[in-house]
């Protein structure tokens, strides 16, 4: 589903030499498969989703994603791209004012009438397994569930690839399980396919396999 070639990207550092955050990166993810990206603080996880996602350009390498290259598509096919994946994040990024439905269904562009969006907001909610909480604030929940929260959000457009930037960071970790069950739930029923950042070892254990990153190499 994923396969990603001699990825490099390099950043100018604070003292002005070059800083190879990713380096001749090669990884791969099956449909559906959750593959957990490891490595020490500062070893490219978070540049490699980056890059995986559309939200940065490589210097060199490829990535593609269902057979299609995405490093060289344009404008327009870029940003339908992005729309197609998912992302999560440390923090949670609710919107205060908001229940945990509306905050699922917020991204979701005003005019796109194809789907019914409350809906579906209502039954990822319930895959989260806040089928009960659909109403609450975000401050009426748990850490836990508020990433869970995010999680939906992030699948209101379905998409086939979710990025995870150490979701459960924020979270104990025992919290952080059960964040890793709701993913291999969303992964039984809609197939998502998952690359998560963690260095939770609890976390690593409960994905299918592990890509070690160090100075933005793998291995
Ligand atoms: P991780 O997520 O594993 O902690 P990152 O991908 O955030 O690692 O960072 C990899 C390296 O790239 C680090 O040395 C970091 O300081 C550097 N880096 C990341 N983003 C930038 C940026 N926008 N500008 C300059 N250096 C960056
Ligand atoms: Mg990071």
Redesign the pocket.
């Known amino acids: 589903m994923l396969t990603v070639r001699e990825l490099c990207k390099t950043?100018?550092?604070?003292s002005g030499s070059p800083?190879r955050?990713?380096d001749r990166v090669d990884m791969e993810a099956a449909r559906g498969e959750i593959v957990a990206?490891t490595?020490?603080?500062?070893?490219?996880?978070?540049?490699?989703?980056?890059l995986v996602g559309a939200l940065?350009v490589p210097d060199s390498g490829t990535i593609e994603v269902d057979g299609r290259e995405i490093t060289g598509l344009g404008r327009r096919a870029l940003a339908e791209y992005r729309r197609g994946v998912g992302f999560v994040f440390q923090r949670f990024h609710l919107l205060p004012t908001l229940t945990a439905l509306d905050n699922v269904t917020a991204p979701v562009l005003p005019y796109r009438t194809d789907f019914d969006k409350r809906a579906r907001a209502r039954e990822l909610l319930e895959s989260v397994g806040l089928g009960e909480r659909t109403g609450a604030l975000p401050s009426k929940l748990s850490g836990g569930q508020q990433q869970r929260v995010a999680i939906a959000r992030a699948l209101i457009s379905r998409p086939a690839l979710l990025l995870a930037?150490?979701p459960t960071g924020n979270l104990d970790s025992g919290t952080g399980k059960e964040i890793v069950e709701v993913l291999l739930g969303l992964r039984e029923r809609f197939g998502t396919t998952v690359v998560m950042?963690t260095h939770d070892p609890g976390v690593v254990a409960r994905c299918d396999r592990a890509v070690e990153?160090r100075d933005?190499r793998v291995g």
């Open positions: 950043y100018r550092a604070d800083l955050a990713c990206l490595g020490p603080s500062g070893s490219g996880k978070s540049t490699l989703l980056h940065d930037d150490e950042a990153l933005g």
